[in-house]
């Protein structure tokens, strides 16, 4: 996303801070130093971070489980 | 734990930290049964993520669902099958991308988003004529292209990501990624123009 008064001229994208998460990123320093310098980016990673406890409501996350698991039974069930 | 196969190694590797030892199973293990802990877990770390992408391609929070349900299923059948150096975040969204353009390809699936839903303008740092056209015209426009260029389109249009990530999730070359969005701006602004 650019932004000329984004340091780097580019925020992070949402692939990227979901990588970044997710502890998927292999050269994380880089992204340390965006995160550093850049308000925005770290509104952004926080807003997600917000989301991410917002969506693991626990009775969120049994239902999905639940419909996941029974999904994987028909599935077997199929073959 | 008997009957269950290691695959794709460096994808296990990756989840080992929360994942029994090969838990990944081929096909004709889909008998063996699989721990609603793993599940969870899986679930926990990559469930949001994986169900905001297919609520951005759809718009539609109970299509999302159902899509991110189709893509877990995906991963605990077929995960370990995939490139041992390719990230779970990336193989997620990229059997996302997939799973909802096919659902958008679906005519019933499409017309009920589309009657469902409004307005939702493109995020700024597009090219021109995209700016002016709908999200869901963007949908209507992907028609002009080839089933890859599809992909790249949603992935750098509606998910905001830069050509270089396009590349890694699509397993096209940077170069190629290039290409076709710009093959495709020139189809949009011809079409546009008709």
């Known amino acids: ?79 | 734990m008997p009957g269950w196969t290691r695959q794709g190694a460096g994808c296990v590797n990756r989840l080992r930290p929360f994942l029994p030892a090969a838990s990944v199973y081929t096909k004709r293990e889909m008998h063996a049964p699989l721990d609603k802990h793993t599940v969870e877990v899986v679930f926990r770390r990559y469930g949001m993520q994986v169900e905001r992408c297919c609520r951005q391609i759809l718009r539609d929070a109970d299509e999302a669902a159902d899509a991110a349900q189709e893509v877990f299923l995906k991963l605990f059948t077929r995960g370990g099958g995939f490139r041992a150096q390719a990230d779970w975040m990336t193989w997620l969204y990229r059997v996302s991308v997939n799973e909802c353009l096919n659902r958008l390809r679906n005519t019933q699936t499409r017309q009920r988003l589309l009657e469902h839903h409004g307005i939702a303008t493109l995020p700024q740092g597009g090219f021109d004529p995209i700016y002016i056209v709908e999200r869901d015209s963007l949908r209507d426009l992907l028609r002009l292209t080839d089933e890859r260029t599809q992909a790249i389109v949603i992935c750098h249009h509606i998910l905001g990501m830069s050509q270089q990530e396009v590349a890694e999730v699509t397993k096209i070359s940077r170069v190629s990624v290039n290409k076709r969005l710009r093959k495709f701006q020139d189809r949009v602004r011809q079409h546009l123009r008709n």
């Open chain 1, 1 to 79: 996303m650019h932004d000329p008064r984004c340091p780097d001229r580019e925020h992070l994208t949402s692939f990227a801070l979901d990588r970044l998460l997710a502890g998927e990123t292999e050269n994380i320093a880089p992204l340390r130093a965006h995160l550093e310098a850049c308000a925005r980016c770290r509104q952004r990673l926080a807003a997600v971070v917000a989301e991410q406890r917002a969506y693991m409501r626990d009775e969120l996350v049994r239902a999905r489980v639940s419909a996941l698991m029974a999904a994987l039974s028909a599935m077997r069930a199929r073959l």
